[in-house]
């Protein structure tokens, strides 16, 4: 069955009469055009909490372009048959006149870690995420937010936040679910063309190519190396960036000496990908 969608004030009086019956509330926030990634989010809260909000929200403040915003997937029907097989509660679907009724003059920018990696491509793209998250806490005061690796410098912005500003959401993370071939799944693989499909797993091969260097104890300059390198033999892709960062700070790691992220972004024809893994040195 299909979940009850609402607005701010509708959420908030579900949300009110779960708390009172006693049930922990959680919250998937989401772009929509949902597929297995945002079901392995959705099940684990499911599996955690006594009541599960997810948020269908395209959010206009995390864009960098306009065109990337306009052509963005939207199903919601589709999305209310996925959340209703997941046993969803609500789904939080309001319209940006609802989120942004004035022009917004409040906004939360994560210094550091925001920075580097997507934070240096699309300038702004992580003061709208934080914000709007911030936005989505005091919406819904979910007592769990969930939140996918495959986003993991999001997820590292979103972690300093609630520590920064002593926000008593739990953030748990997810990793990331992928296709059979190791592409990463996102909203963004429905824009490939066939072509771009076939070529597209060359980036999870990639940083696989380049953990491995880590593991074995190289330094994240042969790291970036190995991945470049096989990238550079797929002729479709173009790559922005492929960094060696430490997974807390998101800053760039010269010899990784514990868990390190490698993290790349690349376009395959006029979409943009992007992708990570976890790794640390095999001990000696
Ligand atoms: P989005 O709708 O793309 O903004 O993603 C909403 C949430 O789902 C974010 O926390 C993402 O990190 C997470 N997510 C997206 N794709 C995946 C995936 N392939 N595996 C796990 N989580 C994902």
Redesign the pocket.
């Known amino acids: 069955m299909r979940p009850p969608v609402e607005g701010i004030p509708g959420v908030r009086q579900r949300v009110a009469g779960a708390r009172a019956a006693g049930r922990s509330i959680a919250l998937?926030?989401?772009?929509?055009?949902l597929?297995?990634?945002?079901g392995?989010?959705i099940d684990r809260a499911r599996a955690e909490c006594g009541f599960v909000a997810v948020s269908v929200f395209v959010n206009p403040t995390q864009f960098d372009r306009k065109d990337d915003y306009d052509r963005y997937p939207r199903k919601l029907d589709a999305d209310l048959d996925f959340c209703g097989a997941r046993g969803v509660d609500v789904v939080f679907a309001p319209e940006p006149g609802e989120m942004y009724p004035e022009p917004q003059r409040t906004y939360i920018e994560v210094a550091g870690v925001s920075e580097r990696l997507c934070g240096e491509f699309r300038p702004g793209h992580f003061r709208g995420v934080a914000t709007v998250v911030a936005k989505l806490f005091n919406i819904v005061s979910p007592d769990a937010a969930?939140?996918?690796?495959?986003?993991a410098q999001?997820?590292a912005v979103i972690q300093t936040m609630v520590r920064d500003l002593n926000m008593t959401v739990e953030i748990r993370h997810?990793?990331?679910?992928?296709e059979a071939d190791g592409l990463?799944?996102?909203?963004r693989n429905q824009r490939l063309s066939a072509e771009e499909r076939r070529a597209a797993p060359v980036l999870y091969k990639a940083l696989q190519a380049a953990a491995e260097r880590v593991r074995a104890g190289g330094d994240s300059a042969e790291a970036r190396r190995a991945a470049l390198d096989l990238i550079a033999r797929e002729p479709l892709a173009r790559v922005e960036y492929l960094e060696v960062v430490d997974s807390r700070s998101m800053l760039p790691v010269e010899q990784p000496a514990g868990a390190v992220r490698i993290a790349v972004a690349a376009w395959l024809g006029t979409t943009r990908l992007i992708d990570n893994v976890s790794c640390e040195p095999a001990s000696v």
């Open positions: 998937v926030p989401t772009m929509g055009a597929h297995a990634g945002h392995a989010l969930y939140f996918g690796e495959k986003d999001q997820l997810v990793p990331t679910v992928r990463a799944l996102s909203s």
